[in-house]
């Protein structure tokens, strides 16, 4: 059957945002399932730019049970995004399937968050909110009507994966809207796509320290006994993560304390909480259907039990998530406990239900799967609203429009290069990632993963299976321990950061080629090097940089991997300069750094300016007292940094008690920036009673 597309126009939805409304106005689309309105207000301050003089045109179309979505695009644009991948940033040229799951090695659009947005170098995005698996054609096939000139693959040029004029999507519902985000660059597109979706999350400042996960079967007084050694040793730990063994019986899960292993769970909570520990707990969402919680359940899950067994609650359906919301209140809320790590809401295909499964509220199983994760974060954050308490946890599946759920993704992959690019990867798509470290064969491999935890959203080692501890491989140990205490020292810095996610929309930790002016090389043109096992089709590998990221807006992190003493580093335009002595970068853009010692390296833009807290061993600890900052400023051109603070935990930062102060220096005549920001007015933050200045550079 050939196709009829039929072309649909763009219509003004918000800001520097357009859409073309196409499903029924009550279909469970993405946007619609996370409920968070957009925010306006910021959209407006981010301006009020018209239809991109570059925007795509869309036809819209069926064929057979098909709906077919077509965006068009110029030859030589280059996208970017289509959710959370590992390999690779750019997705011209590439097909995928939107699919929720567990990343398994390529990215073929089955990973945890496959979120249908992407991003074009002609300055804008399109995201397609739809509840649905989504088959994506950027550009490896052509429609037989804009297919490219023939070429025979003798002739020095023919290239087997050619661009293309459109980006394709089709789907067997008609359940969904387009949208259209305008930006001068490409940070400013996904600024207006988070704060569509309701900006990103602002965690609890104690979300930002340092994490521990125990081994599965650990018991209350064995973690006393792990908190006394951190202790006792000086490492520093913030929150502490109970794995399945804590539930009375897991994979189905009974969400009640095993009391064997957690006699008292509510003493145990407030011990910790009194050493500014908190608790989270390790969760899947298969209910056993023996416990008490499940017996309730019985006509409000799914037609289909998991792998292990297991009633799966709909969360589309109120009476659903009063009961089960009921069991995480009273057994784990009101005790203290701080979040959750929701685990296995992504797949695989064996364990969680079929696309026929049947559940209560009228969604089938391919709807629960795309949307399941999304559901799971809003329901476990709803209940820390109820108590006025910020969470922070982990998610293991998630979607479009989770941006304002305080979660971050993780997986079993443990790819350290790959963990990398997700985290580039996660900013282009309105989601959080972290690389957690687990166990290690080698001392410098567990260090430098240990670094790169401690360079992103969440610090974490998650010892559920190897029980490997920070101090495991003695030789690295004293470097684990410094780049943990440097993670915290560097709290009001980050928490700006996250802050800037929240209210404009710009993503904490972000690939390079959302930086402004960054000119590296961001795809490859024409063919690759013919090899007839490898690269049969000597397609071309693209040139992206994907192993080096930006932590909000003056720090460069450019990890080291096992085995390596130096690597290359691609510089934004500007002058340079190393975090830790001040040493100005020679020789870029693009420079081979040999680091001097073990520490990861990191470097600061000219004028940077980058606020610290003294040496802490616990951030609620530390939080409690007005602290002395240390703000240090590189280079030698003037800077400036918007330094946020609230309380840090509670929702009192969106009535009005959010705080900002503007950290600046000036050019002296001498030619060295001077301070400009007077302790008086860095008192105007509740956190802080000053600071000493130091210059760099
Ligand atoms: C896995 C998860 C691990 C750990 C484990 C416990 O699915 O990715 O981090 O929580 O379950 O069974």
Same mark, same amino acid.
């Given at each position: 059957? #050939?196709?009829?597309?039929?072309?649909?126009?763009?219509?003004?939805?918000?800001?520097?945002?357009?859409?073309?409304?196409?499903?029924?106005?009550?279909?469970?689309?993405?946007?619609?399932?996370?409920?968070?309105?957009?925010?306006?207000?910021?959209?407006?301050?981010?301006?009020?730019?018209?239809?991109?003089?570059?925007?795509?045109?869309?036809?819209?179309?069926?064929?057979?049970?098909?709906?077919?979505?077509?965006?068009?695009?110029?030859?030589?644009?280059?996208?970017?995004?289509?959710?959370?991948?590992?390999?690779?940033?750019?997705?011209?040229r590439?097909?995928?399937?939107?699919?929720?799951?567990?990343?398994?090695?390529?990215?073929?659009?089955?990973?945890?968050?496959?979120?249908?947005? =992407?991003?074009?170098?002609?300055? =804008?995005?399109?995201?397609?909110?739809?509840?649905?698996?989504? %088959?994506?054609?950027?550009?490896?096939? *052509?429609?037989?009507?804009?297919?490219?000139?023939?070429?025979?693959?003798?002739?020095?040029?023919?290239?087997?994966?050619?661009?293309?004029?459109?980006?394709?999507?089709?789907?067997?519902?008609?359940?969904?809207?387009?949208?259209?985000?305008?930006?001068?660059?490409?940070?400013?597109?996904?600024?207006?796509?988070?704060?569509?979706?309701?900006?990103?999350?602002?965690?609890?400042?104690?979300?930002?320290?340092?994490?521990?996960?125990?081994p599965?079967?650990?018991?209350?007084?064995d973690?006393r006994? $792990?908190?006394?050694?951190?202790?006792?040793?000086?490492?520093?730990?913030d929150?502490?993560?109970?794995?399945?063994?804590?539930?009375?019986q897991?994979?189905p899960?009974?969400?009640?304390?095993?009391?064997?292993?957690?006699?008292?769970?509510?003493?145990?909570? #407030?011990?910790?909480r009194?050493?500014?520990?908190?608790?989270?707990?390790?969760?899947?969402?298969c209910?056993?259907?023996?416990?008490?919680?499940?017996?309730?359940?019985?006509?409000?899950c799914?037609?289909?039990?998991?792998?292990?067994?297991?009633?799966?609650?709909?969360?589309?359906?109120?009476?659903?998530?009063?009961?089960w919301?009921?069991?995480?209140?009273?057994?784990?809320?009101?005790?203290?406990?701080?979040?959750?790590?929701?685990?296995?809401?992504?797949?695989?295909?064996?364990?969680?239900?079929?696309? *026929?499964?049947?559940?209560?509220?009228?969604?089938?199983?391919?709807?629960?799967?795309?949307?399941?994760?999304l559901?799971?974060?809003?329901?476990?954050?709803?209940?820390?609203?109820?108590?006025?308490?910020?969470?922070?946890?982990?998610?293991?599946?998630?979607?479009g429009?989770?941006?304002?759920?305080?979660?971050?993704?993780?997986?079993?992959?443990?790819?350290?290069?790959?963990?990398?690019?997700?985290?580039?990867?996660?900013?282009?798509?309105?989601?959080?990632?972290?690389?957690?470290?687990? #166990?290690?064969?080698?001392?410098?491999?567990?260090?430098?993963?240990?670094?790169?935890?401690?360079?992103?959203?969440?610090?974490?080692?998650?010892?559920?299976?190897?029980?490997?501890?920070?101090?495991?491989?003695?030789?690295?140990?004293?470097?684990?321990?410094?780049?943990?205490r440097?993670?915290?020292?560097?709290?009001?810095?980050?928490?700006?950061a996250f802050?800037? =996610?929240?209210?404009?929309?710009?993503?904490?930790?972000?690939?390079?080629?959302?930086?402004?002016?960054?000119?590296?090389?961001?795809?490859?043109?024409?063919?690759?090097?013919?090899?007839?096992?490898?690269?049969?089709?000597?397609?071309?590998?693209?040139?992206?940089?994907?192993?080096?990221?930006?932590?909000? /807006?003056?720090?460069?992190?450019?990890? $080291?991997?096992?085995?390596?003493?130096?690597?290359?580093?691609?510089?934004?335009?500007?002058?340079?300069?190393?975090?830790?002595t001040?040493?100005?970068?020679?020789?870029?853009?693009?420079?081979?750094?040999?680091?001097?010692d073990?520490?990861?390296? $990191?470097?600061?833009? %000219?004028?940077?300016?980058?606020?610290?807290?003294?040496?802490?061993? %616990?951030?609620? %600890?530390?939080?409690?007292?007005?602290?002395?900052?240390?703000?240090?400023?590189?280079?030698?051109a003037?800077?400036?940094?918007?330094?946020?603070? /609230?309380?840090?935990?509670?929702?009192?930062?969106?009535?009005?008690?959010?705080?900002?102060?503007?950290?600046?220096?000036?050019?002296?005549?001498?030619?060295?920036?001077?301070?400009?920001?007077?302790?008086?007015?860095?008192?105007?933050?509740?956190? =802080?009673?000053?600071?000493?200045?130091? *210059?760099?550079?």
């Open positions: 059957m #050939a196709t009829t597309l039929i072309s649909a126009s763009w219509q003004p939805c918000a800001p520097g945002v357009w859409t073309i409304r196409h499903g029924s106005p009550d279909a469970p689309t993405l946007l619609r399932t996370a409920g968070n309105p957009p925010r306006l207000e910021a959209l407006l301050a981010l301006g009020t730019p018209s239809l991109p003089a570059s925007h795509p045109a869309v036809a819209l179309g069926a064929v057979g049970q098909r709906t077919v979505i077509s965006v068009s695009k110029q030859l030589e644009e280059k996208l970017f995004g289509l959710g959370l991948n590992f390999k690779q940033l750019g997705v011209d590439t097909v995928r399937d939107l699919h929720v799951d567990h990343y398994s090695g390529q990215d073929n659009g089955r990973t945890h968050a496959p979120v249908p947005f =992407y991003l074009s170098d002609a300055g =804008y995005g399109v995201f397609v909110d739809c509840a649905r698996y989504l %088959n994506v054609n950027a550009g490896g096939a *052509h429609p037989i009507t804009r297919q490219p000139p023939e070429c025979d693959r003798l002739t020095p040029g023919w290239e087997a994966v050619r661009p293309g004029q459109s980006v394709e999507f089709s789907t067997h519902t008609d359940d969904f809207d387009l949208y259209l985000f305008a930006g001068q660059n490409l940070l400013e597109v996904v600024q207006r796509f988070n704060l569509f979706c309701g900006g990103g999350c602002l965690p609890p400042k104690w979300g930002l320290g340092f994490w521990y996960r125990v599965i079967a650990f018991t209350a007084d973690a006994a $792990l908190v006394a050694q951190f202790a006792a040793r000086g490492y520093p730990l929150v502490l993560g109970l794995e399945p063994g804590w539930h009375s897991s994979y899960c009974t969400y009640e304390w095993n009391t064997a292993r957690f006699p008292e769970p509510a003493d145990f909570v #407030a011990e910790m009194a050493k500014g520990i908190q608790i989270n707990l390790w969760e899947n969402g209910v056993s259907p023996s416990s008490a919680t499940g017996r309730q359940l019985v006509g409000h799914g037609s289909y039990a998991a792998g292990w067994g297991g009633l799966i609650p709909d969360l589309a359906q109120p009476e659903a998530g009063r009961i919301g009921e069991v995480h209140e009273k057994q784990h809320i009101a005790i203290g406990v701080s979040g959750y790590k929701l685990d296995e809401c992504d797949g695989f295909d064996q364990w969680v239900w079929p696309d *026929h499964a049947e559940f209560p509220s009228g969604l089938d199983g391919e709807q629960v799967r795309q949307l399941y994760g559901q799971f974060q809003k329901f476990t954050d709803t209940l820390f609203r109820k108590h006025g308490r910020r969470t922070y946890g982990l998610v293991r599946g998630s979607n429009g989770a941006q304002p759920y305080p979660y971050v993704i993780y997986n079993d992959h443990y790819d350290h290069r790959d963990f990398v690019t997700a985290l580039c990867s996660s900013s282009l798509c309105g989601v959080l990632w972290t690389p957690e470290a687990r #166990a290690s064969d080698r001392a410098d491999d567990w260090l430098r993963r240990m670094q790169t935890t401690c360079f992103s959203p969440l610090a974490m080692l998650n010892a559920w299976a190897s029980d490997t501890q920070l101090w495991s491989f003695p030789e690295v140990a004293l470097d684990v321990q410094e780049v943990i440097l993670r915290l020292r560097l709290l009001p810095y980050l928490y700006s802050a800037r =996610y929240h209210f404009e929309g710009i993503p904490p930790f972000r690939a390079m080629l959302l930086e402004p002016g960054f000119v590296g090389p961001r795809t490859a043109a024409g063919p690759g090097v013919l090899d007839d096992t490898k690269n049969p089709y000597s397609v071309a590998a693209r040139q992206e940089v994907k192993d080096q990221y930006m932590m909000g /807006d003056a720090i460069l992190v450019a990890p $080291l991997f096992a085995g390596e003493t130096s690597r290359k580093v691609v510089f934004p335009e500007g002058a340079w300069y190393d975090f830790y001040g040493q100005p970068i020679a020789g870029g853009p693009v420079v081979t750094w040999t680091p001097a073990k520490r990861i390296p $990191l470097f600061v833009r %000219n004028g940077g300016i980058i606020p610290m807290l003294p040496e802490i061993d %616990n951030v609620t %600890n530390a939080c409690a007292q007005r602290q002395t900052l240390e703000i240090r400023h590189y280079g030698d003037a800077g400036a940094f918007r330094l946020y603070d /609230d309380d840090g935990e509670t929702f009192a930062y969106e009535t009005g008690a959010a705080r900002w102060v503007e950290l600046k220096t000036v050019k002296t005549a001498a030619g060295i920036p001077a301070p400009a920001t007077t302790d008086a007015e860095i008192q105007n933050l509740p956190a =802080y009673a000053g600071a000493k200045w130091i *210059h760099l550079g």
